[in-house]
């Protein structure tokens, strides 16, 4: 595995954390302004919470495939599909009238970065992730 895959699979899911973090934090604090913004108002908290805390946790993983790619390869497909799970359903329902198009951008952001996550998996190796999970010799 070069040089070039390690820094593309390293950017990719540090950018990914770190986006992820930077957007989906702050909703802890932002639950009257999501009732408000996009009615009805949340009705069941413990789900409104939930989801942000599985969100914010999957970024945190992120965050670790991106300290070491070739080692957290097997990861990366189950990543992509966090990021489909996501997005694939906001653009059915969008396309039903039942999704804002400010939702759509989040959703398309999660689909491309769904798609470099599989680009990541496919340029690192089997080779080079079997031999990241090795002892070092002496």
Aim: aromatic fraction near 14%.
């Amino acid at each position: 595995m070069g040089a070039n895959t390690v820094k593309f699979s390293k950017i990719v899911f540090l950018i990914a954390g770190i986006y992820g973090l930077l957007v989906v934090t702050p909703q802890y604090f932002m639950e009257s302004w999501t009732g408000r913004t996009f009615p009805p108002p949340v009705t069941h908290p413990e789900y409104y919470y939930g989801f942000v805390g599985a969100v914010v946790v999957w970024h945190v993983l992120f965050l670790v495939i991106s300290r070491d790619p070739a080692r957290y390869r097997p990861m990366m497909p189950v990543a992509a599909l966090e990021k489909l799970a996501f997005g694939a359903p906001v653009l059915v329902l969008y396309f039903q009238d039942r999704a804002a198009l400010a939702i759509v951008g989040a959703a398309v952001i999660d689909l491309i970065l769904g798609a470099l996550f599989l680009l990541s998996y496919g340029k690192t190796s089997e080779r080079a992730a079997d031999a990241a999970l090795l002892p070092e010799s002496a």
